[in-house]
Each structure stands twice: as structure tokens, then as C-alpha cells.
T-cell receptor, first 115, second 114 residues
Framework: DTAVSQTPKYLVTQMGNDKSIKCEQN?????MYWYKQDSKKFLKIMFS???????INETVPNRFSPKSPDKAHLNLHINSLELGDSAVYFC??????????????FGPGTRLTVL | DAKTTQPNSMESNEEEPVHLPCNHS???????IHWYRQLPSQGPEYVIH???SNVNNRMASLAIAEDRKSSTLILHRATLRDAAVYYC???????????????FGQGTILTVHP
């Protein structure tokens, strides 16, 4: 059983298009995250949801809109894709709260290429 | 966020121990030190974490300096599968206002030679 899964694994699209990446976790965690890893391999957090509520929103363009329909899912929709959006996007999940140590489990990543 | 400094790269031979250092001189008293690693073409994975005492688990050991300004991740017998980028990340483990946000630095690229 895959703990954190993402679809699609690869996404190639043209500039200006709108696309979505889906993430699901079957660990029963209450918190999910989106991270972006650029071409220089820097990993940076974008968003986090705790119990379907947005708790972290880094400086990310408005073209990126996360949606959490339930605790097990966190999707990322990107409007008007730009060349600079090309990156690998990782979803992660963890259980926050006192008494936990917030081990984060990452998905396999979605490689987005914008042409 | 506490700033961390790690060597850009390190090399080891298979079956030998590896000591990966990290400086985190501005760490807060409530931050745990977490280590993650990223194998090629995979998402990061948790390795170990600690607060003040040295810690061991099945993957590695973590030695934390008495003043907590530095730590060392120890792989007791490196294997080819340990070749990865290793990140040390100070984090308030219980969530708090950081809400579990992992702030990745540049990490250390570990190369393991057969």
C-alpha cells in the first residue's frame, strides 16, 4: 500500500494551460503539504492544510490554488502555467500536535514540464 | 527559522562509517533537530530527530553537541543505497506556529563508493 500517492507522475503541458495535480494519503494523518523542488534542487514549502484548513501559505502566486476536499486528499491546481512553474512537486503528510514528532511522509513527486 | 550549514558534499566507501555534520548555531531551545534524506528521483524521507540527547534508530544515530549548536548524523556502515542528499532541519516537533513546516537548506550530497 502506497502511503502518499500523487497523480500524475509526469505532466507536460504548454504555457498558459491550467492543470491539476492530485495527492492522497492513507496514513490517517491530519496535515498535508505541497513542496516545490526547482531545477537547482531547492525544496521549498508552498502550502499546508490541517484538517482541511489552510495553515501555511508561503509566497506563492495566486495562480496556484490548493484544495483539500477531505483530510486524506490535497490537490494543487495551477492556472495559466508559466515556464518557471516547471519543477518537481512533492506532496507530504504528517500528524501534528503535542506528543507527535511530525515525521513527514513524502509522495514520489510529480514532474511538471511547461513548454 | 534557524539557519543551518552543511558541507556541500561528502564521500565514503561502502561498509565504512559516515559522519555528516550540521551547524545550527541559531537553533531555538524548543526546536528539535530533524534529518531527512532524498534518494535520487524520490521524495525526501525521514531519517531521525533529537532534542538534546544522542539518539539511535535502525537507520542512523544522531549525536547532538552539548550546546546544541551542531549535530552529526552517523551512518554506521554506509551502503550504496545510502547515497542521497542529507538535510538537517531544526523544527518545533509539536507543531506550534511552524505547523511542521520543513525548511530545507542545500543539504549534503553523500556519494558512496563500492
Amino acid at each position: 500500500d502506497t502511503a502518499v500517492s500523487q497523480t500524475p507522475k509526469y505532466l507536460v503541458t504548454q504555457m498558459g494551460n491550467d492543470k491539476s495535480i492530485k495527492c492522497e494519503q492513507n496514513l490517517g494523518h491530519d496535515t498535508m503539504y505541497w513542496y516545490k523542488q526547482d531545477s537547482k534542487k531547492f525544496l521549498k514549502i508552498m502550502f499546508s492544510y490541517n484538517n482541511k484548513e489552510l495553515i501555511i501559505n508561503e509566497t506563492v502566486p495566486n495562480r496556484f490554488s490548493p484544495k483539500s476536499p477531505d483530510k486524506a486528499h490535497l490537490n494543487l491546481h495551477i492556472n495559466s502555467l508559466e515556464l518557471g512553474d516547471s519543477a518537481v512537486y512533492f506532496c507530504a503528510s504528517s500528524q501534528l500536535g503535542m506528543g507527535t514528532y511530525n515525521e513527514q511522509f513524502f509522495g514520489p513527486g510529480t514532474r511538471l514540464t511547461v513548454l | 527559522d534557524a539557519k543551518t550549514t552543511q558541507p556541500n558534499s561528502m564521500e565514503s566507501n561502502e561498509e565504512e562509517p559516515v559522519h555528516l555534520p550540521c551547524n545550527h548555531s541559531t537553533i531555538s531551545g524548543t526546536d528539535y533537530i530533524h534529518w531527512y534524506r532524498q534518494l535520487p528521483s524520490q521524495g525526501p524521507e525521514y531519517v531521525i530527530h533529537g532534542l538534546t540527547s544522542n539518539v539511535n534508530n535502525r537507520m542512523a544515530s544522531l549525536a547532538i553537541a552539548e550546546d546544541r549548536k551542531s549535530s552529526t548524523l552517523i551512518l554506521h556502515r554506509a551502503t550504496l543505497r545510502d547515497a542521497a542528499v542529507y538535510y538537517c532541519i531544526p523544527l518545533y516537533a509539536a507543531g506550534g506556529t511552524s505547523y511542521g513546516k520543513l525548511t530545507f537548506g542545500q543539504g549534503t550530497i553523500l556519494t558512496v563508493h563500492p
